[in-house]
């Protein structure tokens, strides 16, 4: 794959087919390459991933997680030993539902990030901002970013996550779900520009890569001033029946509760700060899907989404007008 910019948005996936080109395409937007790296996956997603790799619009790999491991931790090391990896200053490792939002520059992640010539920081921590149902029950094939509008006020303990971004991502040894660890560059942490900032520019708490993982702050220290990760954590209560029971790809244990769905399915507030990039996104988006093979792809990935959610419920996918719908689009794309 050519390499575009001097940025990389990595991610380990497995079945999100129904969700990747809206993924993918606001990454570009931003001004990202893209690793995406799959494991055992039973829907349509790596013939879509491989299309769009062919394409030029990423590059997809595959990883073997460990008997027992969390499937996370064997996908950040494949991103790490990419060559992708260390062809680029600038990593940041998110999630399929993880979309960060710039309220500094013109929106894309070198204008957020301007001159950075004088190694002012290793790396940034951007908060999420936890988006609920906003009243919808069911999935629905829409954007993400567009369908689920309703978030949890700044402050919120959901919103103490944060994901980040890594500058000369070799300089640390292993990729956690939120920051990195095991610092390897030179010089001494916390001197000169061996810190993390958060998305306002402010030194993000004691975050050392040398101690124990850090995922969080303080909820007085969440800040959404100069950027947010906004989070579709929970989606709908149907998507969620998915997650029920199911041990966490980074955590290795069953935390989709009815506590977690209390806890992050948040609807406070309206937040629309995503639709402004709409006028750059849509034709991005119709891009992509125009790519001969991709709209097909992408119609069978939702098709395969339908017959987990029915499964889930006890129900008949072909029953499922959703399901037909996705099928009759494959078969005419």
Not at 268 to 277: G, I, K
Request: glycine fraction near 8%; hydrophobic fraction near 35%; include cysteine.
């Amino acid at each position: 794959m050519t390499q575009s910019s001097e940025f990389l948005v990595a991610a380990g996936m497995r079945n999100e087919g129904a969700f990747l080109v809206e993924w993918v395409t606001w990454y570009r937007m931003l001004g990202f390459d893209i690793l995406i790296a799959t494991n055992d996956c039973t829907d349509h997603s790596p013939q879509l991933l491989n299309l769009l790799h062919e394409a030029g619009w990423l590059t997809h790999t595959t990883h073997s997680p460990d008997p027992g491991t969390p499937p996370k931790r064997t996908a950040h090391r494949a991103i790490r030993n990419h060559t992708q990896t260390a062809a680029h200053e600038w990593l940041l490792v998110c999630d399929v539902d993880e979309f960060l939002v710039f309220h500094i520059g013109d929106g894309t992640v070198a204008s957020y990030l301007g001159d950075t010539s004088d190694n002012r920081f290793h790396g940034i921590g951007f908060h999420w901002k936890c988006f609920g149902t906003s009243g919808h029950a069911r999935w629905e094939d829409a954007l993400q970013h567009r369908f689920f509008t309703r978030a949890a006020e700044t402050d919120h303990k959901a919103n103490t996550s944060f994901k980040s971004l890594i500058r000369r991502p070799l300089d640390f040894a292993v990729y956690g779900a939120h920051s990195p660890q095991r610092f390897l560059g030179p010089g001494i942490w916390g001197e000169a520009g061996n810190v993390w900032l958060d998305g306002e520019g402010r030194k993000l708490g004691r975050y050392n890569p040398d101690g124990a993982a850090q995922r969080a702050t303080a909820p007085d220290r969440v800040t959404h001033v100069g950027a947010q990760m906004n989070h579709y954590i929970t989606r709908t209560p149907e998507s969620y029946a998915l997650k029920r029971g199911i041990a966490s790809p980074s955590a290795g244990k069953d935390r989709y509760t009815d506590e977690f769905w209390d806890n992050y399915n948040r609807n406070e507030v309206e937040d629309l700060s995503a639709l402004r990039y709409a006028p750059r996104f849509d034709p991005l988006y119709a891009k992509a899907m125009a790519i001969p093979g991709v709209a097909r792809l992408h119609h069978l990935c939702c098709a395969d989404y339908v017959v987990r959610l029915a499964d889930a419920a006890g129900a008949d996918p072909r029953k499922d007008p959703r399901f037909t719908r996705h099928m009759d689009l494959a078969a005419s794309s």
